[in-house]
T-cell receptor, first 117, second 114 residues
Framework: AQSVAQPEDQVNVAEGNPLTVKCTYSVSGNPYLFWYVQYPNRGLQFLLKYITGDNLVKGSYGFEAEFNKSQTSFHLKKPSALVSDSALYFC???????????????FGTGTLLAVQP | AAGVIQSPRHLIKEKRETATLKCYPIPRHDTVYWYQQGPGQDPQFLISFYEKMQSDKGSIPDRFSAQQFSDYHSELNMSSLELGDSALYFC?????????????FGPGTRLTVL
């Protein structure tokens, strides 16, 4: 079964410092990976995705993620954190069955990012 | 840009009552997904529709049903509500149901069952 793991419940970082939110995946076949952000009482906002191609994916709000096949990781990064980046971040993988990728997303448990001023 | 619209935003029901949640996808999006997010949990896939046909099914209770209409909006019908059904229900939409296309989420409907 497809799955993603977010090993950190919370990440704390000072404003202006680089941030990393970790995600590892377990899939059969090629993974389709996504990052979403959720602000309090809001829906999930799409940040970026990896389908194929360059391992470094650039997304919204200055975020990027690096796909690493050997380490089965897809960590989210940003060079300089902002207080407004404080939110809940979800890594997700597209589910697969014998016919190929299905539509549904399987989410990690989420990582709360807290950026201190 | 137009986003996914969900109504109502908040809903309070008693046990054993019924509820209907509505979702209006982004214009031209033909695929709709429903997810349930319990307190402090990650979203769990319930069901999806592509071109008005059910395309995938997840952990959706038999008490729940859903459909997609000719204008691509979708409704999630929930009957015999239980306390455990209290959650945030998200609808998402995407274009042509392709695995490559990201899903755009609505703001959610917060259902509270008393």
């Amino acid at each position: 079964a497809q799955s993603v793991a977010q090993p950190e419940d919370q990440v704390n970082v000072a404003e202006g410092n680089p941030l990393t939110v970790k995600c590892t995946y377990s899939v059969s076949g090629n993974p389709y990976l996504f990052w979403y952000v959720q602000y309090p009482n809001r829906g999930l906002q799409f940040l970026l995705k990896y389908i194929t191609g360059d391992n470094l994916v650039k997304g919204s709000y200055g975020f990027e993620a690096e796909f690493n096949k050997s380490q089965t990781s897809f960590h989210l990064k940003k060079p300089s954190a902002l207080v407004s980046d404080s939110a809940l971040y979800f890594c997700a993988v597209r589910d697969m069955n014998y016919g190929g990728a299905t539509n549904k997303l399987i989410f990690g448990t989420g990582t709360l990012l807290a950026v201190q001023p | 840009a137009a986003g996914v619209i969900q109504s109502p935003r908040h809903l309070i029901k008693e046990k054993r009552e019924t509820a209907t949640l509505k979702c209006y996808p982004i214009p031209r999006h033909d695929t709709v997904y429903w997810y349930q997010q319990g307190p402090g949990q990650d979203p769990q896939f319930l069901i999806s529709f592509y071109e008005k046909m059910q395309s995938d099914k997840g952990s959706i209770p038999d008490r729940f049903s859903a459909q997609q209409f000719s204008d691509y909006h979708s409704e999630l019908n929930m009957s015999s509500l239980e306390l455990g059904d209290s959650a945030l229900y998200f609808c998402a939409s995407s274009l042509d149901g392709s695995s490559y296309n990201e899903q755009f989420f609505g703001p959610g409907t917060r259902l509270t069952v008393l």
